[in-house]
């Protein structure tokens, strides 16, 4: 599992945080870590996902993420 940190824009309660939370967990091979507010950390299998994807379905959900880190 590769392992992505996104700084998210726009979050500002715990609605937000599990709306974060369910958006990344909704794709396939992503489990979210940690989510707070501005800030989410994610394992991905990179067969099943990457980080363009994961971003999208931040910024789908109505927050601008922006990768801050990646590791393989």
């Known amino acids: 599992m590769?392992?992505?940190t996104l700084a998210i824009d726009g979050m500002s309660c715990s609605h937000c945080v599990a709306a974060?939370?369910?958006a990344l967990e909704e794709l396939d091979g992503v489990r979210a870590?940690?989510?707070e507010i501005g800030r989410a950390t994610v394992a991905y299998?990179?067969?099943k996902a990457n980080p363009r994807?994961?971003?999208a379905a931040v910024d789908a959900a109505g927050?601008?993420?922006h990768p801050s880190?990646?590791?393989a």
Do not use: F, M
Request: proline content about 5%; aromatic content about 4%.
């Open 2 to 4: 590769d392992r992505l």
């Open 20 to 22: 974060v939370r369910g």
């Open 33 to 35: 870590e940690q989510v």
């Open 45 to 47: 299998d990179p067969a």
């Open 53 to 55: 994807e994961i971003v």
């Open 63 to 65: 927050y601008e993420a």
């Open 69 to 71: 880190s990646s590791t």
